[in-house]
T-cell receptor, first 117, second 115 residues
């Protein structure tokens, strides 16, 4: 079974530029998450999708960050314009929805490392 | 709101020695608790999880953790450290069982194994 795919793996941009990250979840997984992991910290949830609808985006800085999941499969996360403090690893995770399961595991992709200069 | 505190940003043990990584949580409802491991330039891998069944949970690679409600703790242990255990370890909590619910992570503990 293929895992969660993310691209690009690395990105370097200058502040005020725009950047987009892409995530392809595990086939059939209805739930998709984006996390931000700043160096030296644990991942922080940015947004959660259930199919193509947003479940939770309370921690997404909406003045500069946006995300979409068209057709309920792939997702893109965009930052426009980027700030120095956006330098981080952006992790995508997907989760199945097995009926009757006590817990459905989140599977994480390798992440995209963003450096803002 | 839920939160996780991991005591010790760095823990160093000798190869073959006991590994103990500490995690305390705060949650307004019975939590689900998790330990993840992260190797350099890789994503997070689930080590083990507590989902309100047995309080002593066994995971992969010889790790286990015990849920102690009275202490609001979920410490991770391994009887004998191996060089391959060197990595970053994250404790996480979920208040809605992980079913379509984002995780709240601690800041992580970097485990160093001395030869």
């Amino acid at each position: 079974e293929a895992g969660v795919a993310q691209s690009p793996r690395y990105k370097i941009i200058e502040k005020r530029q725009s950047v987009a990250f892409w995530c392809n979840p595990i086939s059939g997984h209805a739930t998709l998450y984006w996390y931000q992991q700043i160096l030296g910290q644990g991942p922080k949830l940015l947004i959660q999708f259930q199919n193509n609808g947003v479940v939770d985006d309370s921690q997404l800085p909406k003045d500069r960050f946006s995300a979409e999941r068209l057709k309920g499969v792939d997702s893109t996360l965009k930052i426009q314009p980027a700030k120095l403090e956006d330098s981080a690893v952006y992790l995508c995770a997907s989760e199945g929805s097995e009926r009757g399961a006590t817990y459905n595991e989140q599977f994480f992709g390798p992440g995209t490392r963003l450096t803002v200069l | 709101a839920q939160s996780v505190t991991q005591l010790g940003s760095h823990v160093s043990v000798s190869e073959g020695a006991l590994v103990l990584l500490r995690c305390n949580y705060s949650s307004s409802v019975p939590p689900y608790l998790f330990w993840y491991v992260q190797y350099p330039n890789q994503g997070l891998q689930l080590l083990l999880k507590y989902t309100s069944a047995a309080t002593l949970v066994k995971g992969i690679n010889g790790f286990e953790a015990e849920f102690k409600k009275s202490e609001t703790s979920f410490h991770l242990t391994k009887p004998s450290a191996h060089m391959s255990d060197a990595a970053e370890y994250f404790c996480a909590v979920s208040e809605r069982g992980g079913g379509a619910d984002g995780l709240t992570f601690g800041k992580g503990t970097h485990l160093i194994i001395q030869p």
